[in-house]
C-alpha cells in the first residue's frame, strides 16, 4: 500500500514514533477499499497495514495498540507486556471482523501475547477511515499535519499530544 508506506516514513523522518511508547492505530478496512465503515472489512487489507507497522514497531522500537470498532466499545487490543494494571483494566473479548474490526482482528491473531483492555490513554495514534481514537489520546490532542491525507479511500487523521497548561494569569509555560 503505497500511501501507507509514504505514511508511515513521513512520519518516522519527523520522529513521531517513539522507543517505549505507545500509538494507537484505528482502521476501517471498509473505508481504505471505498465501502462504508464496518460494512465488508478485509483481513486482507488488515494484513498489509499490520505488517508495515509491525516493520515501523521492530525499526524504532513504538508499541502500537489496535481499537476494536464500536461493537466491542472501541476496546484495545494490546500486548500483555504493554499491560498496566494501575490504568488499564482487562476485558473479555476476542476481536472478531464483524465485532471488532479486521485490523484489531488480525492484530490479536499474530501478537505474542495479546490482550484486550477496555481503555488506553496514550499520547499519538493514526486513525484510518475515522475510526473516532480520540477517546484514547491523552489531553491536549494535537493534529499531526502530513502530505498523506487518504490511505485508499479512507480519510487519514493524525494527532499528537501535549500535557495541559494550568494555572492562571500568573503561570509561565516553557
Known amino acids: 500500500m503505497e500511501e501507507l508506506d509514504l505514511l508511515l ?7 513521531f514514533f517513539k522507543e517505549q511508547e505507545l500509538c494507537i492505530i484505528g482502521c476501517s478496512t471498509s473505508e481504505v477499499i471505498g ?12 494484513q498489509e497495514i499490520y505488517e508495515a507497522l509491525k516493520a515501523i514497531e521492530d ?4 508499541s502500537f495498540a489496535f481499537q476494536g470498532c464500536e461493537h466491542i466499545n472501541r476496546a484495545v487490543t494490546i500486548e500483555k507486556a504493554q499491560f498496566n494494571p494501575l490504568t488499564m483494566e482487562e476485558v473479555t473479548v476476542v476481536p472478531d471482523v464483524h465485532a471488532g474490526g479486521s485490523l484489531a482482528t488480525y492484530a490479536y491473531q499474530h ?27 491523552k489531553h491536549v490532542a494535537i493534529p499531526e499535519r ?19 497548561k494550568i494555572g492562571g494569569e500568573r503561570a509561565k509555560y516553557n
Open 59 to 62: 525499526e524504532t522500537g513504538v
Open 146 to 164: 502530513t502530505s498523506v491525507k487518504q490511505i485508499g479511500e479512507a480519510i487519514v487523521t493524525i494527532a499528537s499530544s501535549r500535557p495541559k
Open 9 to 15: 516514513n513521513e512520519l518516522k523522518a519527523k520522529d
Open 35 to 46: 465501502e462504508r465503515i464496518g460494512s465488508v472489512g478485509s483481513m486482507e487489507v488488515a
Open 111 to 137: 501478537m505474542r501475547e495479546p490482550i484486550v483492555v477496555e481503555y488506553i490513554s496514550v499520547p499519538k495514534g493514526i486513525d484510518i477511515g475515522q475510526t473516532l481514537i480520540g477517546m484514547h489520546i
